[in-house]
T-cell receptor
Framework: ELKVEQNPLFLSMQEGKNYTIYCNYS?????LYWYRQDPGKSLESLFV?????AVKQEGRLMASLDTKARLSTLHITAAVHDLSATYFC????????FGKGTRLHILP | GAVVSQHPSWVICKSGTSVKIECRSL??????MFWYRQFPKQSLMLMAT?????????EQGVEKDKFLINHASLTLSTLTVTSAHPEDSSFYIC???????????FGDGTRLSIL
């Protein structure tokens, strides 16, 4: 059974700081997604990572994938308040399984 | 591109009512769509995979007779919550992708409240 574990589940941080969210998964599926969800809203696709060593960056967010370690990271650089949201990683091919999400709260 | 529309966005109804939720891919064809359920402050739980022209594939623990899924065309899937009860209150989200190498794009979700 595919398991997707995110760490931490809750993160409160100051603006301007850097931090990393970790996503471990238990299957050989190497297709990994990062999504953002704002309160009361649906999901917004951030990154799709398809191969070992893949790194993608968009603004202050950078995602990477290590398929050998079955680990993906979402790195936040110089956080700003607008990045406050819940971030989900998800793994799978046709059917994807979500982690529990990381609630990120960035203090001004 | 890759817009998924979900309707309605909010439903409040009495216990015992059946509620239909529509999920449409507006600018692409989707052989497969997915239905998720999300409780407050929790993750998304996959309920079923909707396949165009065939029966849906339900996840373990999801009642097929309770949550009826129909995927009548390449752009439309519907989820009907039959004889809804308060415990069915939740945020229901559908998704679809152009193909298996593309991310799933999510509808805006339907917040269902059963009184």
């Amino acid at each position: 059974e595919l398991k997707v574990e995110q760490n931490p589940l809750f993160l409160s941080m100051q603006e301007g700081k850097n931090y990393t969210i970790y996503c471990n998964y238990s299957t050989t599926s190497d297709r990994l997604y990062w999504y953002r969800q704002d309160p009361g809203k649906s999901l917004e696709s951030l990154f799709v990572l398809l191969s070992n060593g893949a790194v993608k960056q968009e603004g202050r967010l950078m995602a990477s994938l290590d398929t050998k370690a079955r680990l993906s990271t979402l790195h936040i650089t110089a956080a700003v308040h607008d990045l406050s949201a819940t971030y989900f990683c998800a793994v799978g091919d046709d059917k994807i399984i979500f982690g529990k999400g990381t609630r990120l709260h960035i203090l001004p | 591109g890759a817009v998924v529309s979900q309707h309605p966005s909010w439903v409040i109804c009495k216990s015992g009512t059946s509620v239909k939720i529509e999920c449409r891919s507006l600018d692409f064809q989707a052989t497969t769509m997915f239905w998720y359920r999300q409780f407050p402050k929790q993750s998304l739980m996959l309920m079923a995979t909707s396949n165009e022209g065939s029966k849906a594939t339900y996840e373990q623990g999801v009642e097929k007779d309770k949550f009826l899924i129909n995927h009548a065309s390449l752009t439309l899937s519907t989820l009907t919550v039959t004889s809804a009860h308060p415990e069915d209150s939740s945020f229901y989200i559908c998704s679809a992708s152009r193909d298996s190498d593309q991310p799933q794009h999510f509808g805006d979700g339907t917040r269902l409240s059963i009184l």
